[in-house]
Every structure is written in C-alpha cells, then in structure tokens.
Nanobody, 122 residues
Framework: QVQLVESGGGLVQAGGSLRLSCAAS????????MGWFRQAPGKEREFVAA????????FYADSVKGRFTISRDNAKNMVYLQMNSLKADDTAVYYC???????????????WGQGTQVTVSS
C-alpha cells in the first residue's frame, strides 16, 4: 500500500502560480511512477503530468505544457506540481497517483490521494 496526501491547493487569480505537493508513505516511493490528474465539475478525470520513478522522464498534457512542471524528491517521498500562468480552465480538484509505469490513463494507476482544490479566478 502507498498512502498519498496532496496539499498546496487554493484560490489564485488568473496568471498566478501555485505549487502542489504530494507526500507519500508506505511502500518504497522510489519504485513508483507518479502522476498528477485533475477533475473539474461535470468532467472526467484527466491527465496533467507524470514522472518516472527516477525523475528522468516527464510527460505533460498539451494543455499544461510550458506552464506546469512536475518533479519529485525520492529522499523526501515527495512529488510536486509547479503551476504557473494559471488559467480559469485549470480550476479543478487535483490528485496525485502512483503506478508502476508512467501512463496517461488514470485507470492504470494503483494508488490515489484525496485531492486538493485549485480555483483560478478570472
């Protein structure tokens, strides 16, 4: 089992920045690829970004490429999502997830946090 707890969400104006954090505990964190997903009201959960177990490979949804950066610190069991130039369309609940392989499909991740709300005012 891996337990994941997100933090760092909040209310921000369009054009602003937020940094989300995800703290992991349980099984060896460094064994897992990590992903960030988001879900807006009335919409399906969508892929945002993912990072390989080593941090050597990162992947982004087209909608956030160039604005968001995913990173991890295996020594601290943490994964981060730096979000810059935020837009109203980025408003959603953001979830971190752990899986064996980097994927964009949320069904291929095994463990999930409870989510943190990000609201961007226009």
């Amino acid at each position: 089992q891996v337990q994941l707890v997100e933090s760092g969400g909040g209310l921000v104006q369009a054009g602003g920045s937020l940094r989300l954090s995800c703290a992991a505990s349980g099984r060896t964190f460094s064994n897992y690829a990590m992903g960030w997903f988001r879900q807006a009201p009335g919409k399906e959960r969508e892929f945002v970004a993912a990072i390989s177990w080593s941090g050597g490979s990162t992947f982004y949804a087209d909608s956030v490429k160039g604005r968001f950066t995913i990173s991890r610190d295996n020594a601290k069991n943490m994964v981060y999502l730096q979000m810059n130039s935020l837009k109203a369309d980025d408003t959603a609940v953001y979830y971190c997830a752990a899986g064996w392989v980097v994927r964009t499909n949320p069904e291929e991740y095994d463990y999930w946090g409870q989510g943190t709300q990000v609201t961007v005012s226009s």
